[in-house]
């Protein structure tokens, strides 16, 4: 049987299956979505980098978040649109397999991440006295070190795994890029240790961190409670708010994704789930921090004031 196999060198991405006209307009879409998410990323990037008053923990943690939203949109809105533009829609075997590892790596690094930034909040209301000793900048660094270790350590287990199966049809999958679940659907063989494994996973990036963020939200809940001035509990919760909904918005997805059993018809909406997790969320988080949080709106004001006295200056010199 295996010398009648026949090995797959591409695959077809079979994505949204709609006319030309609505190709079009989804690809000039989404093509505005990806730039607002480089644009809005990279500039929070760019201001805490260049922003004295914005090198604390937490701004360290925000710049890495944007880090890996930009490059888990890149990872995979790029391909799509050019689906969108191509009727072939094929992707090579092995750029395939690396989209996959990329996938998976920047979405387990983002969970350690998050649950990184409530430890840092979890720390900053409930043991402000001892904030400057025990989020260190060497704590940090680890911290962020570890995570993305993790990450692409995790990732890269779950390539071995994937690597081991045969791949010998059929080509299609159905899916905007190449996911780890829809791939699986490839293998001409027994995927029961994958699927294990990726349960295994969900439980370590998902749901154990999700435990850890809602036992320390409410850790801070009380703490804010316990605040006297009605502008320090505003304050307190302004700053947690943020985050509150970015992780709302990915562990929300990501867990329904895969945490609930398949079948066919969960199919188009996990595509839609997917989109929405590749395409709008990197797009929502620079949009969420910088709207409710007022060091960054002061620290946006303050480069483009610099920026207009730079031009006034050079103006006179002229």
């Not at 979505?33 to 004295?52: A, E, K, P, Q, R």
């Not at 604390?56 to 949109?73: E, G, N």
């Not at 660094?141 to 199966?165: D, K, M, Q, Y």
Request: proline share 3%.
């Amino acid at each position: 049987m295996e010398g009648n196999q026949t090995w797959i060198t591409d695959i077809t991405l079979l994505g949204f299956q709609v006319g030309p006209a609505l190709a079009i307009l989804l690809c000039g879409l989404f093509s505005v979505f990806y730039t607002l998410t480089l644009l809005g990323n990279g500039v929070i990037f760019g201001i805490i980098c260049l922003d004295s008053k914005l090198h604390t923990p937490m701004y360290f943690f925000l710049s890495h978040l944007a880090i890996i939203d930009m490059s888990y949109a890149s990872n995979n809105v790029p391909k799509m649109l050019a689906n969108l533009m191509n009727q072939k829609r094929t992707i090579s075997f092995v750029p395939c397999i690396m989209q996959t590892f990329l996938y998976l790596a920047f979405a387990v690094t983002e969970c350690l991440i998050l649950v990184v930034m409530s430890y840092d909040r979890y720390v900053a209301i409930c043991h402000p006295f001892q904030y400057t000793v025990i989020m260190s900048w060497r704590v940090c660094t680890i911290l962020v070190l570890t995570s993305w270790s993790c990450g692409f350590a995790l990732s890269l287990v779950h390539e071995i795994l994937l690597l081991r199966l045969p791949f010998c049809g059929p080509r299609d999958v159905n899916h905007l890029f190449c996911e780890i679940l829809s791939v699986l659907k490839l293998a001409c063989a027994d995927t029961w240790v994958n699927q294990v494994v990726i349960f295994a996973t969900c439980v370590f990036v998902l749901v154990g961190p999700l435990s850890l963020i809602l036992v320390s939200y409410m850790h801070i809940l009380g703490a804010i409670l316990k605040i006297q001035t009605k502008e320090g509990r505003i304050k307190a919760f302004s700053t947690c708010s943020s985050h509150l909904c970015v992780v709302g918005l990915f562990f929300g997805i990501a867990m329904v994704v895969y945490m609930v059993p398949d079948s066919n018809q969960r199919e188009e909406q996990e595509k839609m789930l997917s989109l929405f997790h590749s395409v709008l969320n990197p797009m929502l988080n620079p949009l969420i921090y910088s709207l409710r949080n007022a060091q960054l709106k002061g620290a946006l004001h303050r480069a483009l004031q610099r920026k207009r006295s730079m031009r006034t200056v050079y103006g006179l010199c002229l």
